[in-house]
């Protein structure tokens, strides 16, 4: 497509169950990004693709996060055992890589809004 | 450690003034710089970039100049709409990551 897309646009869950995120970057985009954004900390950093290795996983709050990208392309954020502090917008950005494998300019897609009750 | 500050909001205006939104850095070496907004309701979208010092990002009449010297990165609008009115987020790109200003809300009035 012409843009990042993510789905689900939404998502309600309850304490306790396990969420799948999912981002399709623009196309020709080699490395991926998730970040987070909520109202008590802002716009945070999660995990960075390059590829399908993640050679940045810093931002990841816990254990019960993890990504995974294949194919260079998709990429999925599940969260194990949801606790309503993960209530947040979980965003997604794409870009190409520059010559010195640094990122470029990040495009993001429109978010997931989840919330744990 | 590498961060940004942004000057604390809501900054309301009324429609023609001129807008500034200051925005400084911590950083080592010379990261890349970044003006993002979110409009109500919407996605980050890229407003404006600057990749090295004394480069200017411009973009829908903002502009931005990155100022090595004094680690700043202002946003300026001459004359702001309605239109205008959403957050605007200051960045920096560090080792692949983009690390954000706390956000600036701009409110338009007619």
């Known amino acids: ?117 | 450690g590498n961060s940004v500050t942004q000057m604390e909001g809501p900054v309301t205006l009324s429609e023609e003034a001129f807008l500034t939104i200051n925005c400084t850095y911590t950083a080592t070496g010379y990261p890349s710089l970044f003006w993002y907004v979110q409009y109500p309701g919407e996605g980050l979208q890229l407003l404006l970039k600057a990749t090295k010092a004394d480069d200017k990002g411009s973009n829908k009449g903002f502009e931005a100049t990155y100022r090595k010297e004094t680690t700043s990165f202002h946003l300026e609008k001459g004359s702001v709409q309605v239109s205008d009115s959403a957050v605007y987020f200051c960045a920096l790109l560090r080792t692949g990551k983009l690390i954000f200003g706390q956000g600036t809300t701009l409110q338009v009035k007619p």
């Open chain 1, 1 to 117: 497509g012409a843009g990042v897309s993510q789905s689900p646009s939404n998502k309600v869950t309850e304490k306790g169950k396990d969420v799948e995120l999912r981002c399709d970057p623009i196309s020709g985009h080699t490395a991926l990004y998730w970040y987070r954004q909520s109202l008590g900390q802002g716009l945070e950093f999660l995990i960075y693709f390059q590829g399908n290795s993640a050679p940045d996983k810093s931002g990841l709050p816990s254990d019960r996060f993890s990504a995974e990208r294949t194919g260079g392309s998709v990429s999925t954020l599940t969260i194990q055992r949801t606790q309503q502090e993960d209530s947040a917008v979980y965003l997604c950005a794409s870009s190409f890589l520059t010559s010195g494998g640094r990122g470029d300019t990040q495009y993001f897609g429109p978010g997931t809004r989840l919330t744990v009750l």
